[in-house]
């Protein structure tokens, strides 16, 4: 009954915060925020940040890219999601919603994306490696030179004064970091990064071994229904209370410093990261059971100590985010 009822809790926040299927929805993307802001304080990072951001911190800064997904290219790249999401209202002025058409108008098609793809912004946020890895590679399926790690490095670029990299169109530092605020969260989130590719009988399947059917794909856990009206993705993306903006502590801080820096180069700390939290989706999928492939959804049931895992991963997770944006800026701007 616990269980049914923290569920019931992970849904009402999602449809409370947002219906775009925000990784780690608004909260978590703040907290991230609001680690990061609290570790660089008083260093030149934190100038820095002032300098390009100016009023907006990294907190504030955290949802502009979900925010941009408002912006709808059938109706000539104007932003359609006026005062639907409170996190969003900093950004919905005649100037700054102009910026976020522009930076979709520039990163929609860039990325040729297939029949049926989203827009080529939306899949800058996630990778979708199977879990059977215990690592990242650019050579895997479900990696892309448009996913999650390429659009770390990307943005990571442009703030150390070089240009993106193909396929991405970011213009200018503040861009960038309004994405890297962003997507340093993103890679962070265990379904953002690692997934589970099933065949119709609910099996595990390895994409990377013999011939891939798309088929096998669950979208980053979006296929796979928890109830009724939930699916695994969505019970991810939600954050308890203990772990909002209101609960960032001293203790929590104190978590946020005892993370180690990345080793190796500036532009390979991404590809570190996704393969640290591949292994945090292996312990997310671990014990679940899926069912037959039925209308394109496999139903999951879930260990009935699934709620204190998922606590102390998302836990977990979020203060590795906000600490490594952090290390990453202040490498940037020592």
Not at 37 to 56: F, M
Not at 123 to 134: G, L, V
Not at 148 to 171: E, M, R, W, Y
Request: glycine share 8%.
């Amino acid at each position: 009954m616990r269980f049914r009822q923290n569920l019931i809790c992970c849904l009402l926040s999602i449809l409370i915060a947002s219906s775009q299927a925000f990784a780690w929805g608004p909260d978590g993307h703040h907290t991230v925020g609001a680690i990061a802001d609290r570790l660089i304080a008083g260093s030149h990072a934190a100038t820095e940040v002032k300098n390009i951001l100016g009023d907006l911190s990294l907190q504030e800064a955290s949802v502009w890219a979900d925010c941009a997904k408002g912006i709808d290219p059938s109706k000539d790249y104007t932003y359609q999601s006026e005062g639907k999401y409170p996190e969003c209202r900093i950004y919905e002025t005649p100037a700054l919603e102009a910026e976020m058409s522009d930076f979709v108008r520039r990163n929609d098609r860039n990325c040729t994306p297939k029949t049926g793809e989203e827009s080529c912004h939306k899949q800058y946020h996630y990778t979708d490696i199977a879990i059977q890895h215990d690592h990242y590679d650019s050579n895997f399926v479900g990696a892309r030179n448009d996913d999650i790690v390429a659009a770390i490095v990307a943005a990571t670029h442009v703030l150390k004064g070089d240009p993106a990299p193909a396929p991405f169109s970011f213009k200018d530092k503040r861009e960038a970091l309004l994405l890297l605020a962003h997507y340093v969260g993103d890679i962070h989130q265990p379904l953002h990064v690692g997934a589970v590719y099933l065949d119709a009988q609910g099996k595990l399947v390895n994409p990377d071994v013999g011939t891939f059917d798309q088929n096998t794909s669950t979208r980053g856990g979006n296929e796979l229904t928890v109830g009724e009206n939930l699916n695994l993705h969505a019970l991810w993306d939600a954050i308890p209370a203990p772990l909002t903006v209101s609960h960032v502590n001293a203790a929590l801080l104190k978590q946020a410093v005892a993370i180690p820096a990345t080793d190796g180069q500036l532009f390979d700390w991404p590809t570190s990261w996704a393969s640290d939290t591949i292994g945090a989706a292996g312990e997310a999928f671990k014990g679940l059971k899926f069912g037959i492939l039925q209308k394109g959804h496999w139903s999951t049931t879930l260990p009935s100590s699934y709620d204190k895992k998922l606590f102390a991963i998302k836990q977990k997770q979020l203060v590795k985010a906000g600490a490594r944006l952090a290390q990453l800026l202040q490498a940037v701007w020592p």
